[in-house]
């Protein structure tokens, strides 16, 4: 059996710092099978090259894999200092002078754009995709002293059952526990939906795989008693899936008594009073939407399947049932013009009770159709590379008009966040004041709207 040291090299703390989740389980996979493991949280260990390099000493692996989580912070507004792959290559440089071993990359962001990504880096070898079979496989045959190819994949995609549970490190725990008080589980993968410039169904796969809703319920149960969470975040890509798995979920976690606040990304679909009343008993507390457009046109144009008055209609729903949302808007794509961008700003103001996250432009990556659809509009060369931030503005929208556009329209309300950096400052300072979590609830008063009730207004 090897050792296999495993690195997490994410060191964003934008929008909070989050749990190297995708590490976690690839470690559980391979302990299962027999292996000797070690977790390196390069963040929690206050990005020390020498710290890791002791650490790899003392470990002596047969192994290293890297989990990549970001390529960048996908703000178009931003700098170099959000382009996360430069570190991912010093650290494969560090970790190569300590220990001569094989080193495996995977994770995302890697699986986004691998070929670039390895060859940048300079990793022996990467894993498209989920990694807790596929990993176990690379080493058996590594161990076997057979050929791999430099980059490779599960053989199919795993099944809710074979998902891994992840393997967490008390210290680590504490340390999300304490900078953002809020730990991450997934309760199914894939998602079925085509939105033009989404990432997900190429990572994950187009069908929605989900984990048997006791075995998350036993995660969820281990987390509150073994690590004392409170808070938790679901990663999956939608949780509202149209098929209604998340239903039996949170029907499992009521009957079990798990009594967690938990959070999650919604599809502002089909979302009635009805529905969220259940998910608030079971511990929802407030939902992250993925509105992305705030017109009918640019929604058509992101192939959403939703107009605006049915996000909408989902958003009265969650006020009515006083239940915080974020609704994240892209402005700058497909189909955007001046009128457009007007009418998604008109449309934002009845979003009320809710914080709106604005963005401008949106970050083009391979694994999404937005790529084609920016070569024919010209925005970009057919030979363009990718793994540099490239962003999609219309060619039908003056980007700087659009911006103040924006801005105008958002000035003087704290609830409605743009350009990104904004967010993190707010966020920033409500750390400091001691907040813990998603951060943005706290921006929303529900008693304002029961103030305005009595006032009549
Ligand atoms: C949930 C989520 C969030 C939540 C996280 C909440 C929380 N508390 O966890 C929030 C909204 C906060 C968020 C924020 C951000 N996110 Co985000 N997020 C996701 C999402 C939907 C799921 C990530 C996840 O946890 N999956 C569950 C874990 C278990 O899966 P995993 O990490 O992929 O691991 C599996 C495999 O990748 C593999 N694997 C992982 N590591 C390794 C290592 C080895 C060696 C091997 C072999 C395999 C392997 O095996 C694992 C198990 O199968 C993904 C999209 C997606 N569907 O993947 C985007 C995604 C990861 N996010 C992304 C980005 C950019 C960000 C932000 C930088 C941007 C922003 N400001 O919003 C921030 C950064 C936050 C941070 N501190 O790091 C990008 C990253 C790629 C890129 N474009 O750079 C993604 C891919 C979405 C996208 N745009 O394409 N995110």
Redesign the pocket.
């Known amino acids: 059996m090897s050792r296999v040291f ?1 690195l997490s090299s ?1 060191i ?12 976690a ?2 470690a559980g996979a391979l302990q299962q099978a027999g292996h000797t493991v070690q977790q390196f949280d390069f963040l929690v260990n206050e990005q020390s090259d020498q710290t890791l390099q002791q650490q790899l000493a003392a470990f002596q692996p047969d192994y290293v ?11 178009s507004f931003s700098s170099d200092d ?1 382009w ?1 792959l430069a570190d991912a290559k010093r650290l494969v440089e560090t970790i190569k002078e300590q220990c001569p071993v094989p080193v ?9 754009m691998p070929e670039e990504i390895r060859d940048y880096i300079q990793a022996d070898y ?2 498209v ?4 079979q ?2 176990v496989q ?1 080493v058996a045959t590594l161990d076997a002293g057979e050929a791999q190819p430099p980059i490779s994949c599960g053989a199919a995609p ?1 099944a809710g059952e074979q ?2 549970s ?1 393997l967490l490190v008390p210290e680590y725990v504490d340390y999300y526990q304490h900078h ?1 008080g ?3 589980l ?1 309760s199914k ?1 894939g ?1 079925p939906f085509k939105c033009v410039y ?3 169904p190429g ?2 796969g187009s069908t929605f795989r989900c984990r048997p809703v006791e075995a998350v319920v036993d995660d969820m149960l281990r987390l509150k008693r073994d690590h004392g969470a409170t808070n938790l ?1 679901f ?3 939608i949780f509202n899936d149209p098929q209604g798995y998340y239903l039996g979920l949170v029907e499992e976690m009521i009957r079990r008594e798990v009594d967690l606040n938990w959070c999650a ?1 919604f599809r502002p679909q089909g979302l009635s009073r009805e529905v969220l009343q259940l998910l608030k008993r079971s511990g929802l507390y407030a939902m ?1 939407l993925g509105t992305d457009a705030a017109s009918d046109t640019t929604l058509a144009e992101l192939n959403k399947g939703f107009d605006f008055a049915e996000a909408l209609s989902c958003h009265q729903a969650a006020v009515a049932e006083k239940i915080p949302c974020a609704h994240f808007i892209m402005f700058g794509g497909p189909g955007e013009t001046a009128q457009t961008v007007a009418e998604g700003l008109a449309n934002i103001k009845q979003l009320d009770h809710s914080v709106v996250f604005a963005f401008s432009g949106i ?1 083009i ?1 391979p694994k999404s159709q937005i790529l084609e659809r920016a070569i024919v509009d010209g925005v970009i060369a057919a030979d363009t590379p990718l793994i540099k931030p490239v962003y999609y503005f219309s060619p039908h929208v003056d980007v700087e008009q659009m911006n103040q556009m924006i801005l105008d329209s958002f000035a003087g309300q704290r609830d409605r966040i743009f350009p ?1 950096s904004v967010g993190q400052e707010k966020m920033a300072v409500m750390n400091n004041f001691g907040f813990k979590g998603i951060l943005w609830d706290q921006l929303i008063r529900f008693d304002t709207q029961r103030q305005r009730v009595r006032r009549g207004r």
Do not use: H, K, W
Request: a negative charge.
């Open positions: 495993l994410n964003s703390t934008d929008p909070y710092p989050v749990y190297p989740l995708g590490m389980i690839v894999c890297l989990s990549l989580r970001n390529i960048d912070n996908v703000d959000n996360y495996v990359v995977g994770g995302p962001a890697f699986s986004i990467g894993i995709g989920e990694g807790e596929a990993v690379l795993l998902m891994g992840p953002s809020l730990i991450n997934q993968r998602c989404c990432t997900y990572l994950e975040f990663t999956d890509s990304f992250e970050r990556l990104p």
